[in-house]
């Protein structure tokens, strides 16, 4: 089992930015690959970023290129996403989440955090 805790949501005006935290917990942090999805009320849930297990390639959907950027800590065992330039329609809950092998769809991931909620203001 991998137990992660998101943390660093809250509310922001349009513009602004957070960095949002997931530590992780249980098994090898450094064996995952680890990604950051966001769901809004009513919606799926999208992916929004991975990263390998090494840190040294991320993935990101169009949607968010440019603006979110995905890191981690191998020795803390905690990845990040540091959100730029937030626009009302990022208003969603954010998950992160562990895999065994690179995925963009949830079905590919084992493990679930609680998720954080980030709300932008207009």
């Known amino acids: 089992q991998v137990q992660l805790v998101e943390s660093g949501g809250g509310l922001v005006q349009a513009g602004g930015s957070l960095r949002l935290s997931c530590a992780a917990s249980?098994?090898?942090?450094?064996?995952?690959?680890m990604g950051w999805f966001r769901q809004a009320p009513g919606k799926e849930r999208d992916f929004v970023a991975a990263?390998?297990?090494?840190?040294?390639?991320?993935y990101y959907p169009d949607s968010v290129e440019g603006r979110f950027t995905i890191s981690r800590d191998n020795v803390k065992n905690t990845v990040y996403l540091q959100v730029n330039n937030l626009k009302p329609e990022d208003t969603a809950v954010y998950y992160c989440?562990?895999?065994?092998?690179?995925?963009?769809?949830?079905?590919?991931?084992?493990?679930w955090g609680q998720g954080t909620q980030v709300t932008v203001s207009s």
């Open positions: 249980g098994r090898t942090f450094s064996n995952y690959y």
């Open positions: 990263i390998s297990r090494s840190g040294e390639t991320t």
């Open positions: 989440a562990a895999a065994r092998w690179y995925a963009r769809a949830t079905d590919g991931y084992d493990f």
